[in-house]
């Protein structure tokens, strides 16, 4: 306990919050906001059940799976139901993570349990309105394991074959959001269209409500990519720093490509901007300079505004919240443009594009072929989606008997 930093550990404590507030509330209102009336209340029961969920399995195998050294493709079960944590307050002693040497173990495994909670919470979006809850457990449970914690480890954990191949992804945008919005568009594939979709309106239940949770990712993605340092220290204060620049960028960007060609702004597209902002600069935040970051962000808007239209559309996948539009076309070209801005007088490493570009296609494609597999097996074992009448009525009333009056 003497070689433990009580400032790391009090910023590490701090931005573990702040990450958790991005699921809770923060995503579940950015969700519910955009959805119809009718599946306001079961959007947020499946953020918040995938939160819970996970949560428990991050602690039995998942941690264990991403960050104990195992081999370049996964960890081992050495620490299942976290067997090798240790606090001995008599003999001053605590196990620590070589992540983050200086602050407990404790406190380094709850700061990866809040990723491994948001970036399955991610792809609720791209299904929404139309899974069966039921099927939406054991997806959430089986994916946590099978996809998300390989990734992981493939990129952060001891040994990582990414990692150590010089893949940079300083907090997450190709283990959390390229991972999550290819899973986003494999399962929009697969589930099928909504009833209506493309031939009716299919209205946001509240905008406002958008902008909240907007507003709360915004704010907790300081802890994202800050905490991810692992320290208090100017590491931690450029990721910050760079995290708003490409929000504002991203939000402005997205703003004036929008006004430009549908002759005016939109609050909805405001808060997406501001989103894929924060996405590209994601793996960039710790490696680039601030006005690096605003340009990784400026032109995340531009492109997440085509992802959510143009390439939507010839996809053809009825990405219902945009999940691969926003989340998996930034964090793709953010993982790009950290291999071309990468500053060694900032992170101390120089960016590959190649490694990049393997990273991220490495990373998608398992990816796709695991959520599918996943999908496959609950699908021809439960049933993925609601029949026609429970879909008409919402998801709030046919899944949980409840609803908003």
Known sequence: MPTLDTGNTAWMLVATVLVLLMTLPGLALFYAGMVRKKNLLATM???????????????AVGYSLAFRPGNGW????????????????????????????TVPESVFVMYQLSFAVITPALIVGAFAERMRFAALLWFMGLWSLVVYAPVAHWVWGPGGWLGALGALD????????????????????????????????????????????????????MGFNGGSAMAADGRAGIAILNTQMAAAAGTLAWMAAEWLVRGTPTLLGLCSGAIGGLVAVTPASGYVTPASAALIGALAGVACYWGATGLKRMLGADDSLDVFGVHGVAGLLGALLTGVLADPRIGGVSGS????????????????????????????????????????????LSQHGERVE
């Open 45 to 59: 029961a499946q953020v918040l059940a995938t939160c819970a969920l996970v949560s428990l399995l991050w602690c």
């Open 74 to 101: 996964l960890g081992d079960f050495g620490a299942v139901w976290l067997g090798t944590l240790a606090m001995d307050l008599a003999q001053g002693q605590a196990s620590v993570h070589a992540l983050a040497p």
């Open 170 to 221: 300083f907090a997450g945008g190709t283990v959390v959001h390229v991972n999550a919005g290819v899973a986003g568009l494999v399962a929009a594939a697969i589930l099928g269209r909504r009833l209506g979709y493309g031939e009716v309106p299919l209205m946001p239940a509240n905008l406002g409500w958008t902008l909240t949770g907007a507003g709360l990712l915004w704010v907790g993605w």
């Open 353 to 396: 594009l190649l490694a990049q570009a393997t990273a991220v296609g490495a990373v998608a494609l398992y990816s796709a072929v695991a959520t599918a597999a996943i999908l496959w097996l609950i699908g021809a074992t439960l049933g993925l989606r609601v029949n026609a009448r429970q879909e008409h009525a919402g998801l709030d």
